[in-house]
T-cell receptor, first 114, second 114 residues
């Protein structure tokens, strides 16, 4: 079956540091890949997505590139802010189009200190 | 444009009781999925509804059931509650027929079983 593995947290950084969260996946076919963010006490917000190999998703300074050869979708941000403190989830959708179902990783908690 | 709305936001139930959670999808969306997120874990897919029928189901017992109404809103019902059912229940909406579509989440319903 499909699965997503992401690095365990917590990841603690200083403001303006570089952030990388590793994500690898196992899937049949050609899944779409997503990063969602969850702020304390809230639901999930889509951060970025990529629907095919070599696509780069980007939003709010975050980037991730769909690497089919390494089955990876690592999240990066060049300079984090305190407001980026949250839990980040990598996810895949195994059917592009009809009936998308998301498979999530376990989440990575990020804490950015001033 | 209203996003995905869920109710109630918090509730406490006793073991053995039944609970109903409600979801209104984002305007224009026709597909609703439900996820269970235990504390400190990633969301797990419960099931998905489209055209008032259950289209996909995750690895959850029959105690978990749902319904979709003609206006696309949905309910999640859980019978014979167990302590382990305590979790954040997330509703997600999307368009069935759009390739690589974006899946939007509500804020969730926090269920505590005592």
């Amino acid at each position: 079956g499909n699965s997503v593995t992401q690095m365990e947290g917590p990841v603690t950084l200083s403001e303006e540091a570089f952030l990388t969260i590793n994500c690898t996946y196992t899937a049949t076919g050609y899944p779409s890949l997503f990063w969602y963010v969850q702020y304390p006490g809230e639901g999930l917000q889509l951060l970025l997505k990529a629907t095919k190999a070599d696509d780069k998703g980007s939003n709010k300074g975050f980037e991730a590139t769909y690497r089919k050869e390494t089955t990876s979708f690592h999240l990066e941000k060049g300079s984090v802010q305190v407001s980026d403190s949250a839990v980040y989830f990598c996810a895949l959708s195994d059917r592009v189009g009809a009936g998308n179902k998301l498979t999530f990783g376990g989440g990575t908690r990020v804490l950015v200190k001033p | 444009d209203a996003g995905v709305t869920q109710s109630p936001t918090h509730l406490i139930k006793t073991r053995g009781q039944q609970v109903t959670l409600r979801c209104s999808p984002k305007s224009g969306h026709d597909t609703v999925s439900w996820y269970q997120q235990a504390l400190g874990q990633g969301p797990q897919f419960i099931f998905q509804y489209y055209e008032e029928e259950e289209r996909q189901r995750g690895n959850f017992p029959d105690r978990f059931s749902g319904h979709q109404f003609p206006n696309y809103s949905s309910e999640l019902n859980v019978n014979a509650l167990l302590l382990g059912d305590s979790a954040l229940y997330l509703c997600a909406s999307s368009l069935w027929s759009v390739s690589g579509n974006t899946i939007y989440f509500g804020e969730g319903s926090w269920l505590t079983v005592v």
